[in-house]
């Protein structure tokens, strides 16, 4: 008892003299920290590890780091002084970090307008590239990067260029709507049981149609016939066509094809089985069957080729087609009536084929 009283006042001797070297902002600093650390210890009373929260560690460091490091190892400190410094240097880079941050992270977002010219543009040209694309907005006085270009491109998911340049068919009709033709065999039957069968072409731009004629036995003769007419007709209309739809039938003769190439037309086959390659005629055979064979009576072949004809007629001067803005084939949509005109209409109708076809129009 005696040696251990003697040793505590020896060291606190020695003690009291180191603090009269010190000034009295290093002994505050020193007092302030051993009272947060009993702070600490007291709010962690059972536990196992000391942890200190991060308001410990920015508090300690802000009091500490001013001292030097010898006086901080003079201390009695729950943790090393070089951990301190480490607070110190953390606490000081976010203060950096928060004074010195821009108002807007990274370079800014790209105009609306211009995205939307670039995704137009890549719309209406599938085989061009990002560099492309960049080129062209160079070209309109539109300072981008190609970067960003490309960027556009990546976020909204569209392919590079090799991958959107294949040609679909779909595009492939689009594209050549004005120089297509397709046609079909069309079959049904008399109130005798005969079979008759229809050949039909239409236009994919106009949708225009042309029945070439009925025949109950359709003999390569009277096919390569059929395609003579069709070329002579196209020829006194003067018609740009290039290409014709037609599917694998065998009623088309060799010779069919060959005096439609002769006429400047080539004759492009669909898949076996598909007919969505050949979807716009066969929207025609529906259409025809629906307003025409399925609510008539037809009698004899004389009769079949006088309900055709009153149906082309009715189809391509009278019937609005929504692909063609509501249009008729050969009349064009008329202009909206006045507001005088609507509050009193006059509208008297047209009966064709008995009244099987009802084609509307204004009282003179």
Not at 44 to 73: E, N, V, W, Y
Not at 101 to 113: A, C, F
Not at 230 to 258: G, H, N, Q
Request: aromatic share 6%; net charge positive; proline share 5%.
């Amino acid at each position: 008892m005696l040696l251990r009283l003697a040793y505590l006042t020896i060291t606190n001797t020695f003690s009291a003299l180191r603090l009269l070297s010190m000034n009295d902002r290093d002994k505050d600093a020193e007092i302030l920290a051993l009272r947060h650390q009993l702070t600490v210890l007291e709010r962690q009373l059972g536990t196992d590890r000391i942890k200190f929260t991060p308001a410990d560690r920015a508090f300690l460091a802000a009091l500490l780091a001013p001292l030097p490091r010898q006086s901080m190892r003079r201390l009695r400190l729950l943790i090393r002084p070089d951990t301190v410094l480490r607070w110190h240097r953390d606490l000081m880079k976010r203060r950096h970090a928060r004074t010195c941050r821009p108002k807007r992270p990274g370079r800014p977002p790209t105009i609306r307008s211009i995205r939307a010219l670039v995704l137009r543009l890549v719309c209406e040209n599938p085989a061009w590239g990002y560099r492309r694309v960049h080129g062209e907005l160079a070209t309109l006085g539109i300072q981008v990067a190609a970067s960003t270009v490309w960027e556009i491109l990546t976020s909204e998911g569209i392919d590079p260029a090799p991958d959107r340049a294949a040609t679909t068919w779909a595009a492939f009709l689009r594209s050549q709507a004005n120089a297509l033709l397709a046609c079909d065999f069309i079959e049904t039957a008399t109130l005798t049981g005969q079979r008759q069968y229809i050949l039909t072409v239409i236009e994919h731009a106009t949708r225009r149609v042309r029945i070439l004629g009925t025949t109950a036995h359709p003999t390569a003769t009277w096919v390569a016939q059929a395609a003579r007419n069709l070329a002579m007709d196209l020829t006194d209309a003067k018609a740009t066509v290039a290409y014709l739809i037609r599917d694998r039938d065998a009623k088309y003769p060799a010779l069919f094809d060959e005096i439609l190439a002769d006429a400047g037309i080539q004759v492009v086959l669909t898949g076996v089985r598909i007919p969505r390659m050949n979807a716009i005629m066969e929207r025609w055979v529906q259409t025809c069957r629906h307003e025409l064979l399925d609510r008539t009576l037809i009698w004899n072949e004389r009769h079949l080729r006088h309900a055709l004809s009153q149906f082309e007629l009715h189809y391509n001067l009278h019937r609005p087609h929504q692909a063609i803005d509501q249009a008729a084939p050969l009349r064009a949509a008329p202009e909206p009536l006045p507001h005088a005109q609507i509050t009193k209409l006059k509208v008297r109708r047209r009966d064709r084929l008995g009244g099987v076809l009802h084609e509307y129009q204004h009282a003179a």
